[in-house]
């Protein structure tokens, strides 16, 4: 993953803010939608209009490139180049 001027944790973000997260195959959009104790859920959108939720500790790392925030993942490639596409007709 390229280097990031920011690293905070999702602990630290708010309900509602955006980011991008790491599937198993693209990076996808994503919202914070509940802090909880240790635990931080997210909202991700998949590319075929639904949505699932994941559970994170809440001091899961996130870097800022500028004001994208991005949840650090153990992948070799940046989300520039391996972005899912949601909608080819646009």
């Known amino acids: 993953m390229e280097s990031a001027q920011v690293q905070i944790t999702l602990g630290q973000m708010q309900v509602g803010s955006r980011l991008l997260v790491r599937s198993r195959v693209e990076w996808r ?13 997210i909202t991700v959108c998949s590319p ?14 996130v870097s800022l490139s500028g004001p994208i ?3 650090i993942a153990d992948y070799g490639d940046d989300w520039h180049s391996n972005f899912s596409n949601y909608d080819t007709r646009w």
């Open 48 to 61: 075929g209009g639904r949505t699932y939720r994941l559970r994170r500790k809440a001091d899961a790392e």
């Open 29 to 41: 959009h994503a919202s914070i939608s509940k802090l909880a104790d240790e635990k931080v859920v």
């Open 69 to 71: 925030a991005i949840l």
